[in-house]
Every structure is written in C-alpha cells, then in structure tokens.
C-alpha cells in the first residue's frame, strides 16, 4: 500500500472536457511534485508545491492549472487538452524540498 | 540542467543471472534515487543513495559522487525483476537545485 494515493487511475476525455486528477499524501510530508511521463520519453517534472506555495512550473501549458490547498492534498485540473497530452500522471510527495521523493500509482489519461 | 544518462538500455537474463546497471550524472548531487517501475506504472523505491553504498536483499547501490556515477547491482534476478529501472538525481545547487532528472531508463527482462 502506497503513502501517495491518486485518483483516478484511468481517464478518458475529450478535448472539450474539463476534469481533475487528485493526489492525497499520507506521510506528514510538506512538498509535493506533478510529473508527467509520456511514451518514449523520460519522466519530466511540471510542478513543484513546497508548503503549499508553487516553487516551479517547468513551462507547462495554461491547460494544465495545479492547485494545492494544504500539503496533503494537489490537484492538476484539465481542459481543453490535446491528444498529444495523453500520458501517464504521476504524484509524489517528499518531507522536505529536495528529499527523498516517494511516488503514487499515477493517473493513466486519455485524449481523445 | 543537471544530466542524466542510464546504461545499457536495454538488458535480458535468465532467471538467476547477476546484472548491472550503470548511471552517469553530469553534475554534483544532493539527490541520486534508483526506482523500478512496475507494469502497473508506479514507481516503486528501491534506494535514495546520493553517496556511498546501500544493500536492500537482492539488490545494492553504489553512488560515487566524485566520479559523477551510480550503480545498481541485482543478484539472483528473478522474473518479478522485470521492468523499468529509473535512475533521477538533482543538482546540490543552482537553478536546477531539487529537481529531479530521470534517465530514460533500462528495461530489464528476466526469462525463466
């Protein structure tokens, strides 16, 4: 059983659809990480939430909009995504900025 | 940003045989983390090990961070050894401090 746990595990939507993925720590840890993993590339990282304020967005698109309403909790809310923006999301929490990262089952997406 | 190259890409044993995988970092660390990614896609933690050497059973790290390098050793392997194995440093410093890079990978298969 994972500390991280994110839901859902599958999506499928469509480019004019508006949905959320959600991530709950379970570990006390104050820092929290969005990555995003696409087929034939590495894993890259999107957002970075230390103490609940947005340390780093690694020029990720407008369609892509985090939220982090305490350090249990990150959202990454979805709309108007393009085909090319199926992957496999991945959460993961750290007790610390720069800590050993600890990662959730990931949110497999679907853009049709 | 910090660089983070994994060797060989590809790896197949018979159940039984001892491997090694290789990774290369182009820069100083204060994170180095090993992970195996299950079919599922969750990434499980195998060792945080920015330095020095770690035994966890079957497997052992060794970061020598001198030499910008680190080595995953698994013995014995067994069919559940197969999938990805991800290696992911980040910087001590600069701009790219607490990022974590991932490797492309080694995608281990283990015949029985």
């Known amino acids: 059983e994972t500390g991280v746990t994110q839901t859902p595990r599958h999506l499928v939507m469509g480019m004019t659809n508006k949905k959320s993925l959600k991530c709950e720590q379970h570990?006390?840890?104050?820092?929290m990480y969005w990555y995003k993993q696409s087929a034939k590339k590495p894993l890259e990282l999107m957002f970075v939430y230390n103490f609940k304020e947005q340390t780093e967005n690694n020029s990720v698109p407008s369609r892509f909009s985090p939220e982090c309403p305490n350090s249990s909790h990150l959202f990454l809310h979805l709309h108007t995504l393009q085909p090319e923006d199926s992957a496999l999301y991945l959460c993961?929490?750290?007790?610390?900025?720069?800590?050993?990262?600890?990662f959730g089952e990931g949110s497999r997406l679907t853009v049709l | 940003g910090i660089q983070v190259e994994q060797s060989p890409p590809d790896l197949i044993l018979q159940e039984g045989a001892n491997s090694t995988l290789r990774c290369n970092f182009s820069d100083s660390v204060n994170n180095l983390q090993w992970f195996h990614q299950n079919p599922w896609g969750q990434l499980i933690n195998l060792f945080y090990?920015?330095?020095g050497t770690k035994q966890n059973g079957r497997l052992s790290a060794t970061t020598v961070a001198t030499e910008r390098y680190s080595l995953l050793y698994i013995s014995s392997s067994q069919t559940t050894d197969s999938g990805v194995y991800f290696c992911?440093?980040?910087?001590?410093?600069?701009?790219?401090?607490?990022?974590?890079?991932f490797g492309q990978g080694t995608i281990l298969t283990v015949h029985p």
């Open positions: 570990l006390g840890h104050n820092a």
């Open positions: 090990i920015p330095s």
């Open positions: 992911a440093a980040a910087n001590a410093g600069g701009t790219s401090y607490g990022k974590l890079t």
């Open positions: 993961a929490s750290s007790s610390r900025y720069a800590g050993e990262l600890f």
